[in-house]
């Protein structure tokens, strides 16, 4: 089983590996400001959090609460409100 992984692993290799050993423009910027794409990459998934989280309150709100006590469905953007204010409550 391992010579097996070891033979996936080796083509894949080939398969993906750059033709040439010369620094590719997006590793150049990232040597060169590190920091900067940590930053964009933390915002991104902040971001994506907030989304995730705002679907899956829109889920909840639309199926159990709206079964419980008789409300209305909530929309999108009503959702995203809710997770931001979530966030700022718990942070």
């Known amino acids: 089983m391992l010579f097996v992984y070891l033979l996936a692993n080796l ?9 040439t050993k010369e620094a ?11 920091s900067y794409f940590s930053l964009i990459a933390f915002f991104l998934f ?3 959090l907030i989304l995730w989280g705002s679907w899956l309150i829109k889920i909840f ?27 700022l409550v718990s942070g």
């Open 46 to 48: 902040g971001i994506f």
């Open 61 to 87: 709100w639309n199926t159990f609460m709206r079964g419980i006590f008789k409300i209305r469905e909530i929309t999108s953007d009503e959702a995203i409100a809710l997770a931001l204010i979530f966030t």
């Open 24 to 34: 590719l423009l997006w590793d150049q910027m990232f040597q060169d400001l590190p």
């Open 11 to 19: 083509q894949l290799e080939i398969w993906l590996a750059p033709e």
